[in-house]
C-alpha cells in the first residue's frame, strides 16, 4: 500500500473512528482532558496537511514526524478501553508506515 493510501484511510476511516472515541467516551469519562483533545486535534490537522504537501516528502515527513510526537504525548488518566486502545495505537502504527514508506 502506498503512503497516499495509507494517509487516505487514516483520514477517511481510522482517525475518525478515534475522534469518535475522544470526544464521545474518554473526555466525558476523564479518561483524557480536554487539553488532550486539543492535542489530538493538533495531530489530526497535521495529518491532513501532510497528505496535502505529499508532493513535498520533507514537508510532508516533518508533519507526520510532529503528529506522531503529539499523539505520543497523550496521556490518559487511567487506561484506554481495549478497542480504544487498539484504533489509537494502529493511528500511530499508520502514521509511521507512511514516514517509512516516505523515507525510501
Given at each position: 500500500?502506498?503512503?497516499?493510501?495509507?494517509?487516505?484511510?487514516?483520514?477517511?476511516?481510522?482517525?475518525?473512528?478515534?475522534?469518535?472515541?475522544f470526544?464521545?467516551?474518554?473526555?466525558?469519562?476523564?479518561?483524557?482532558?480536554?487539553e488532550?483533545?486539543?492535542?489530538?486535534?493538533?495531530?489530526?490537522?497535521?495529518?491532513?496537511?501532510?497528505?496535502?504537501?505529499?508532493?513535498a516528502?520533507?514537508?510532508?515527513?516533518?508533519?507526520?514526524n510532529?503528529s506522531?510526537?503529539?499523539?505520543n504525548?497523550i496521556?490518559p488518566?487511567?487506561p484506554?478501553?481495549?478497542?480504544?486502545?487498539?484504533r489509537?495505537?494502529?493511528?500511530?502504527?499508520?502514521?509511521?508506515?507512511?514516514?517509512?514508506?516516505?523515507?525510501?
Amino acid at each position: 500500500m502506498s503512503a497516499k493510501d495509507i494517509l487516505w484511510r487514516l483520514i477517511d476511516n481510522d482517525i475518525p473512528l478515534s475522534d469518535d472515541d475522544f470526544r464521545t467516551y474518554l473526555v466525558k469519562d476523564g479518561t483524557i482532558t480536554e487539553e488532550d483533545l486539543k492535542v489530538w486535534n493538533e495531530a489530526v490537522k497535521k495529518v491532513k496537511e501532510a497528505y496535502k504537501k505529499l508532493t513535498a516528502t520533507d514537508i510532508a515527513v516533518k508533519l507526520l514526524n510532529e503528529s506522531l510526537n503529539l499523539l505520543n504525548s497523550i496521556n490518559p488518566k487511567k487506561p484506554f478501553p481495549p478497542d480504544t486502545k487498539v484504533r489509537f495505537e494502529e493511528v500511530k502504527q499508520n502514521i509511521k508506515k507512511v514516514i517509512e514508506e516516505l523515507g525510501k
